[in-house]
């Protein structure tokens, strides 16, 4: 079992600069893809961007350039860089967790942490 525990987030204004971190404990095992995704009211959850414990990352077309994925060198840890932030950018953001092993995958959620940009 994985468990993901997120801070960071909260308030800030158009243009300015968040961070959020998600924390794994647990049996994430050796190969496993790490990300941030977004849901707001009404809506899919979408992805914002993701990174491998290769340190591959992919990024949304609305992240790139301004949102920067990164992981450590335990690879348990990730954590989004949010820049120019955009009123559109405010949601709930959700880390996530796929643990890949040869029999499958399992995917993994945090709780959630509000980002809200006002003008």
């Known amino acids: 079992q994985v468990q993901l525990v997120e801070s960071g987030g909260g308030l800030a204004q158009a243009g300015g600069s968040l961070r959020l971190l998600c924390v794994a404990s647990g049996s994430i095992g050796s190969f496993s893809i790490m990300g941030w995704y977004r849901q707001t009211p009404g809506k899919q959850r979408e992805l914002v961007a993701t990174?491998?414990?290769?340190?591959?990352?992919n990024y949304a077309e609305s992240a790139k350039g301004r949102f920067t994925i990164s992981r450590d060198g335990t690879k348990s840890t990730v954590s989004l860089q949010m820049n120019s932030l955009k009123l559109e950018d405010t949601a709930v953001y959700y880390c996530s967790l796929k643990r890949v092993n040869a029999f499958g995958s399992n995917d993994y959620w945090g709780q959630g942490a509000q980002v809200t940009v006002s003008s």
């Open positions: 990174i491998t414990s290769a340190g591959r990352t």
